[in-house]
């Protein structure tokens, strides 16, 4: 463990012992086999299991359904990828670097009679495959968080991203999660949007150019139609779909709703009660 890594566990574990301790009255730790210590040293982290109130909540807030393929990240005695399973159905993954650890979160799968939906890796994180996620949950320090960040960030767009008490630092969340007794941090992985694109079809145009800056999923841009160049308004990038809105040379408010899909965009184009189709080629 690297002296950063061992200073942020100290801090860790005094900041959150007190929920350490409320997590003990949530769901029974170990069994007749192994027992683990809340605050025990791991791989790269203490152990502190997330209580069951914020487990949900980060769930809920991830929207997890029965196709989802839950991927949690240091899973400790398995309780996400459990409750990922039985409360909401979906396919679920831990990883768990301790083996005893890993060998009570399968026994706890068991006990809860979603083993049938709950794989449980004893692995490195920085080492398995996660990619096929939906979702991707994690209780990690913040230097953890930052090395996974370029990974997650080439997950498929869309892919939804729950951390408990930690963020990814200049990477801004999408929505904070606040419970009881702790609190999370939700993002949705974007699409990358960032360059010049080639659009069709904007007013009845042949041609316009989309010219677009890029920091995560903050997004702006200039939308050239013709000889007329202005700031496109209001863009939001939630995944693959982008949208946004411009005035015309006449004053009139148009919005654009678009899928990226690579290099191609595919919008739907609206000025009032008019729509049309709109397409897009990154140069």
Request: glycine share 10%; proline share 4%; charged share 25%.
């Amino acid at each position: 463990m690297s002296k950063l890594s061992r200073l942020l566990s100290c801090l860790f574990a005094l900041l959150l012992g007190a929920t350490a301790g409320v997590a003990l009255a949530d769901s029974q730790l170990g069994d007749d086999k192994y027992r683990p210590n809340v605050g025990q040293e791991g791989k790269d982290v203490i152990w502190v299991p997330t209580n069951d109130e914020l487990v949900g909540k980060m769930l809920e807030t991830a929207k997890v359904t029965a196709t989802d393929v839950v991927y949690d990240l240091g899973s400790g005695d398995g309780r996400i990828p459990v409750t990922a399973a039985r409360q909401f159905g979906a396919r679920s993954v831990g990883i768990e670097f301790n083996p005893e650890m890993a060998a009570l979160a399968r026994r706890n799968a068991q006990r809860a009679g979603v083993a049938d939906k709950v794989k449980i890796i004893n692995g490195d994180i920085f080492k398995e495959n996660f990619t096929e996620a939906t979702v991707v949950t994690m209780y990690l320090l913040p230097d953890l968080n930052l090395r996974l960040r370029p990974i997650i960030l080439k997950m498929r767009p869309g892919t939804r991203v729950v951390s408990h008490a930690f963020d990814m630092g200049d990477w801004e969340p999408d929505q904070k999660i606040e419970t009881s007794r702790a609190t999370g941090y939700y993002w949705v992985v974007p699409a990358d949007v960032a360059g010049d694109w080639a659009i069709e079809g904007l007013e009845g145009n042949p041609k316009a150019t989309l010219k677009l800056s890029q920091r995560y999923q903050r997004v702006g841009g200039i939308l050239t139609i013709g000889q007329t160049s202005q700031p496109i308004l209001g863009a939001q990038l939630d995944g693959s779909r982008l949208s946004f809105r411009y005035l015309s040379a006449g004053g009139t408010l148009h919005t654009v709703k678009a899928v990226i899909k690579g290099n191609a965009l595919e919008a739907e184009h609206q000025s009032g009660y008019s729509y049309s189709q709109v397409k897009g080629t990154r140069r």
